[in-house]
């Protein structure tokens, strides 16, 4: 009787831990993610963990490219890395704003604006094929953007807790981001 009891209960247990293994747990976060880079390799999103993030889905051809890449790119060097990065998600589904594959692309911007900051893979933000990062992000403030050079900006934690139209003010954006940035630098001090 024990016996069976026992092989009953290693039964029971083997099946809970492949339904576990099976279904994968959904991430909980933005940074619980992975997404690919430019070069298609898979990255994870936790290395950005504890930092604010300005998550944005960028294109080279719009109307308002030069402006947007030349304020992420001020932003990103005057900020620094230690507590914040922009994060660039190149995206075409708004006309032909966003050519070429994602080298490309992040060639580009490299090589017109002199950009640092961390680029994705091309990926798609609306619709069944969404990038499941990116779609994160909208349920959480429940828009889709409407255009090109939306910003997200995801606190430490993960969590999305502000966003930003295209035409919506970049000064807005910058103290909004350094404000929080400030706050995370001011609590890592008081840690110590």
Not at 53 to 65: D, F, I, K, P
Not at 136 to 151: C, E, R, Y
């Amino acid at each position: 009787m024990g016996v069976l009891l026992s092989m009953t209960v290693g039964v029971g247990c083997l099946f809970l831990l492949q339904t576990q293994m099976i279904k994968p747990r959904k991430p909980k976060d933005f940074y619980s993610y992975e997404v690919k880079d430019a070069k298609g390799r898979i990255q994870s999103l936790e290395k950005y963990r504890g930092k604010a993030s300005l998550v944005v889905n960028v294109a080279s051809h719009s109307e308002r490219t030069e402006e947007n890449y030349r304020f992420l790119q001020d932003l990103h060097r005057e900020l620094g890395t230690s507590h914040f990065n922009v994060l660039a998600f190149p995206c075409g589904q708004f006309g032909d704003t966003e050519r070429g594959d994602s080298r490309d692309i992040e060639a580009f911007a490299k090589a017109t604006y002199s950009i640092t900051f961390p680029f994705f893979s091309k990926i798609k933000i609306m619709g069944t094929e969404a990038e499941p990062a990116f779609k994160f992000i909208t349920d959480s403030v429940q828009k889709l953007p409407k255009w090109n050079f939306w910003k997200f900006l995801v606190n430490p934690e993960g969590k999305v807790v502000r966003f930003w139209r295209t035409n919506e003010s970049m000064e807005n954006v910058r103290q909004e981001v350094t404000a929080l940035v400030r706050e995370i630098i001011i609590k890592k001090r008081m840690e110590l």
